[in-house]
């Protein structure tokens, strides 16, 4: 009996998982509460998705309570659902996901989510609602008032190549549909468009032909910094650099703000990683809080005459 007692709490006290799968850490004597947060990053490849991870390792560095697993699926879909539903069989007690496209991670999502798991949808965004919260910038109202400053950047009148994000993944969708809306009724026109997945030697491809098919681009809209990068290194090859403008997205300090102070890219709007909210928000659901459904960050316009103030809010 004595044996069996003894038995009862050598288990208990070895088994640390709790109801939400909390691990207890001693110290001191004084047991204090850890959380197990998953990140499954879609890949790690641009420097933007870095500096999200940073900025979700500072953000948690902050609360001793919380360990943050990263995972990177490298820009593959099936590896990313497999990411998840290790978290899921590790029980992990926040899912933190930027999810490289909607439609094959909208069900790994779900199915976390319904086994009781809270899931934060950063940056690009799942179908339907089977997630916690999902933080982002609004792609559309970027897209808008991208296509706002190029109609004003162009006189209103002008021939532009469009390279757009992956376009299985919402924010490309968005940051398209968004500056079709922002050029209307001017006379913009979209002479060349092409699918360059995020990435800067797509774009630098993508570019060579749009180059070779038309003697006159006046402006390219990329639809992050790296692909507009890639678009300039096209045109500066083809010495055609300085007679083009170019139009990013996503404005790293280091990145997209470097490249407008060096006269690269005339402009490019701010896309923040969401990393130190998503780490808020997971602390919020670990309270047993309630959290919104959405959360809709800022972006910012960064010019060369604005840089050095670091940039002016898009209304
Ligand atoms: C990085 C990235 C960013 C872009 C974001 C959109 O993978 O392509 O450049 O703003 O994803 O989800």
Not at 139 to 155: C, D, H, Y
Not at 175 to 180: L, P, T, V
Request: with cysteine.
């Amino acid at each position: 009996m004595c044996n069996l007692v003894i038995l009862i709490a050598a288990i208990a006290f070895s088994n640390p998982q709790q109801t939400h799968g909390a691990a207890y850490a001693v110290s001191a004597g004084q047991p204090a509460k850890t959380w197990t947060i998953g990140m499954s990053q879609c890949n790690r490849g641009e420097p933007w998705r870095v500096q999200m991870d940073a900025d979700i390792k500072t953000a948690a560095a902050k609360h001793p309570e919380l360990k943050v697993l990263f995972k990177d699926a490298q820009n593959d879909s099936l590896k990313q659902r497999a990411h998840v539903e290790e978290f899921v069989a590790q029980k992990v007690d926040v899912l933190i996901i930027s999810p490289k496209e909607a439609v094959p991670l909208t069900d790994p999502v779900a199915r976390a989510y319904d086994a009781g798991i809270p899931v934060i949808v950063l940056d690009r965004a799942v179908i339907g609602d089977k997630f916690t919260c999902f933080i982002g910038a609004d792609n559309r109202k970027i897209g808008k008032a991208a296509g706002e400053w190029i109609v004003k950047a162009l006189g209103g009148k002008g021939r532009v190549v469009e390279l757009k994000g992956l376009m299985t993944s919402v924010p490309g969708q968005d940051r398209s549909a968004g500056f079709r809306e922002g050029i209307k009724g001017s006379q913009i026109e979209i002479i060349f468009e092409a699918d360059m997945k995020w990435l800067e030697p797509d774009a630098r491809k993508e570019m060579e032909s749009a180059l070779s098919r038309f003697d006159r681009i006046d402006l390219v809209y990329a639809h992050n910094d790296p692909g507009a990068h890639g678009a300039y290194l096209a045109a500066r090859a083809a010495g055609r650099e300085k007679e083009i403008r170019f139009v990013g997205i996503d404005a790293l300090p280091h990145e997209g703000v470097q490249y407008v102070r060096e006269g690269i890219l005339a402009a490019t709007f701010q896309y923040p990683t969401g990393g130190a909210e998503a780490i808020d928000m997971a602390l919020r659901i670990l309270k047993n809080e309630e959290v919104p459904k959405h959360v809709t960050l800022g972006s910012r316009l960064f010019t060369k005459e604005n840089a050095d103030k670091g940039g002016e809010p898009i209304d």
